[in-house]
Structures are given as C-alpha cells and as structure tokens.
C-alpha cells in the first residue's frame, strides 16, 4: 500500500503559476503510475494528468494541455503538477492518485489510492 500527501495548494490571482506536491509513503513509489485530478464545488471529480511508473509516458486533459505539467521525482518519492497560466475555472480540490499499475490511465476507478486533497483558489 501507499499513502500519499498533497500539499502547495493556495490562493494565487489569474496567470500566476502554483506546483503541487504529491508525497508519498509505504510501499516503493516506482511501483505506481500516478495522477491528478480535481474537483470543483458542484462538479464532478475531472481528470487532470497523470504519469507512468518511470515518468515517461504522461496524459494530460485537454483543458489544461499547455498550461499544466506532471512530473515525478521517484528518488525522493514524490510527484508534482506545475500549474501555469493559472485561470479561475482552474479552482477546484486537487487530488493525487496512485494505481498500481505501470500506465498512466485517466479514469478515476483506475485509482486504488488518494491522498487528502489541497485547495486551489484562483482569482480573477
């Protein structure tokens, strides 16, 4: 098992950039394929990126494609979401997610593991 920690949430104004941490614990992050996802008040959980086991096969949603970035760090066993251009509808809870899997699916039910999510508020 895993157990994974987000954190770098906050409020920031439109365009300005955010990165997300993902840490995570238990069992060798390696094994899992991660992702992102994001909800927003009244919405459905969205996916957002997510990354294979080694960090060379990446998924981005089309919503945020140029904007936002996945990666991960497998020696300090943590991934990140580098967040740019930063728009309102970006606002939303944002949550890491580990499969134990070697790709990179965009499904949520996909996902075995969750972290406790990190706000992110985005002003106009």
């Known amino acids: 098992q895993v157990a994974l920690v987000e954190s770098g949430g906050g409020l920031v104004q439109a365009g300005d950039s955010l990165r997300l941490s993902c840490a995570a614990s238990?069992?060798?992050?390696?094994?899992?394929?991660m992702a992102w996802f994001r909800q927003a008040p009244g919405k459905e959980r969205e996916f957002v990126a997510s990354i294979g086991r080694s960090g060379g096969w990446t998924r981005v949603a089309d919503s945020v494609k140029g904007r936002f970035t996945i990666s991960r760090d497998n020696a300090k066993n943590t991934g990140y979401l580098q967040m740019g251009s930063l728009k309102p509808e970006d606002t939303a809870v944002y949550y890491c997610a580990a499969a134990d899997t070697s790709s990179p699916f965009i499904a949520s039910k996909n996902y075995d593991y969750w972290g406790q999510g990190t706000q992110v508020t985005v002003s106009s």
């Open positions: 238990g069992r060798t992050f390696s094994s899992y394929a």
